[in-house]
């Protein structure tokens, strides 16, 4: 006997079971994705929050914070980024207060700067006055070429120039009952003191010879004292070499240390003097008496002297070259046989020509004496 069964009968466990097993599986797998979704955003949103506070923080805004919602890695990242703009805010703040105080500090010294300038300006002013003052002084008590001109036996030619500040030369030349007093001196240093001392000189020299001190000794002695007083008076530590040539009927008598003195033969012979161990510096010692060891020397219708300051024998060229002694005599030597002038034009030129560019630091002072 054979039993017939139906093919779908047979099959419909099966497939009701393969039916739940589906449907089974489909409810997991979106368990799965809902769960992967959850987890994702839980997992997203802490670093949403974070770019967004980093975000606003590079944009300078430090007090924000960044939420702590996790104690894993990114909980760990927010609390470093919290530290890290604590940190940005001290440091933010020390630094406002170290420009403040810097801010403070630089108006104080502006302002300082500012007063001192001020007083700076008036000084000056006060010191521009005060050596217009002194440089008028020395012009008005140099003698002028007529009273050279005037001098029976000699052709005389002077010539000063200053430097920029107010120096310390000296020269004079003074004619009294036929006896001739040339002076030429050098005060240590430039400006009002330098040129006080000058003028002092002047005075005193001009005094002396009034009195008729023939006496070189005596002479420079008084001189030195009037100055000695009146350098301690000042509270200055100015000095001055200085020598003094008198001439009366062919008789030179030199005393005084200071530059040497140029004697010019007739022709252009030239012989040298020093004058080291002719006298003292003034206003440095009260008695000089003891060290001032005049000499004579006779001179004949041609012959004469040159005097000078180092303004000359120590102008400087472009490569510090010094113009010298030497250079000096033997312009002399070459233009001897003109007239005085002519030899103090041609000197000058000579140590202009040597200066060249470079700026002149020192007074530039010559006078030439010649028989006639």
């Known amino acids: 006997m054979v039993v017939k069964i139906d093919a779908a009968e047979a099959f419909a466990p099966i497939l009701k079971?393969?039916?739940?097993?589906?449907?089974?599986?489909?409810?997991?797998?979106?368990?799965?994705?809902?769960?992967?979704?959850?987890?994702?955003?839980?997992?997203?949103?802490?670093?949403?929050?974070?770019?967004?506070?980093?975000?606003?923080?590079?944009?300078?805004?430090?007090?924000?914070?960044?939420?702590?919602?996790?104690?894993?890695?990114?909980?760990?990242?927010?609390?470093?980024?919290?530290?890290?703009?604590?940190?940005?805010?001290?440091?933010?703040?020390?630094?406002?207060?170290?420009?403040?105080?810097?801010?403070?500090?630089?108006?104080?010294?502006?302002?300082?700067?500012?007063?001192?300038?001020?007083?700076?300006?008036?000084?000056?002013?006060?010191?521009?006055?005060?050596?217009?003052?002194?440089?008028?002084?020395?012009?008005?008590?140099?003698?002028?070429?007529?009273?050279?001109?005037?001098?029976?036996?000699?052709?005389?030619?002077?010539?000063?120039?200053?430097?920029?500040?107010?120096?310390?030369?000296?020269?004079?030349?003074?004619?009294?009952?036929?006896?001739?007093?040339?002076?030429?001196?050098?005060?240590?240093?430039?400006?009002?003191?330098?040129?006080?001392?000058?003028?002092?000189?002047?005075?005193?020299?001009?005094?002396?010879?009034?009195?008729?001190?023939?006496?070189?000794?005596?002479?420079?002695?008084?001189?030195?004292?009037?100055?000695?007083h009146n350098v301690r008076r000042m509270r200055s530590d100015k000095t001055l070499t200085l020598a003094l040539l008198t001439y009366v009927q062919g008789q030179v008598c030199i005393s005084g240390q200071h530059e040497e003195a140029i004697i010019v033969r007739h022709g252009g012979v030239i012989e040298r003097i020093d004058t080291i161990d002719l006298g003292f510096p003034l206003g440095l010692e009260a008695d000089i008496a003891k060290f001032v060891r005049p000499v004579s020397v006779a001179i004949h219708p041609g012959d004469g002297v040159v005097l000078y300051t180092d303004g000359i024998t120590e102008a400087a060229d472009m490569h510090h070259r010094l113009y010298g002694i030497d250079r000096l005599c033997t312009v002399i030597s070459q233009h001897w046989a003109g007239t005085a002038q002519d030899i103090q034009a041609a000197v000058i030129a000579d140590v202009r020509c040597h200066i060249g560019d470079q700026k002149v630091y020192d007074d530039i002072t010559l006078v030439v004496a010649k028989q006639r």
Not at 31 to 49: E, F, H
Not at 115 to 127: F, G, K, V
Not at 139 to 148: K, M, N, R, S
């Open 17 to 228: 079971q393969r039916h739940t097993v589906l449907i089974v599986g489909s409810i997991t797998l979106l368990c799965v994705v809902l769960g992967a979704l959850l987890v994702a955003k839980s997992l997203s949103r802490p670093i949403v929050s974070l770019t967004r506070v980093v975000r606003l923080i590079s944009g300078g805004d430090l007090q924000q914070a960044v939420p702590v919602v996790s104690h894993d890695e990114i909980g760990e990242l927010s609390q470093a980024f919290n530290k890290m703009t604590a940190d940005l805010q001290e440091s933010y703040a020390t630094l406002e207060q170290r420009v403040e105080e810097r801010t403070t500090q630089l108006a104080q010294a502006h302002a300082e700067i500012s007063t001192l300038h001020q007083r700076l300006t008036a000084d000056n002013l006060r010191m521009h006055a005060e050596l217009d003052l002194v440089r008028q002084m020395r012009q008005l008590v140099l003698p002028t070429p007529d009273e050279l001109a005037a001098i029976d036996g000699l052709d005389i030619a002077a010539f000063m120039a200053p430097a920029e500040e107010v120096g310390g030369d000296y020269y004079d030349v003074l004619h009294t009952d036929g006896v001739v007093t040339i002076g030429i001196g050098d005060v240590t240093g430039h400006g009002l003191e330098s040129g006080m001392l000058m003028v002092m000189t002047q005075a005193a020299v001009r005094t002396l010879q009034e009195l008729r001190e023939a006496d070189p000794v005596r002479f420079l002695d008084a001189l030195n004292r009037t100055l000695y």
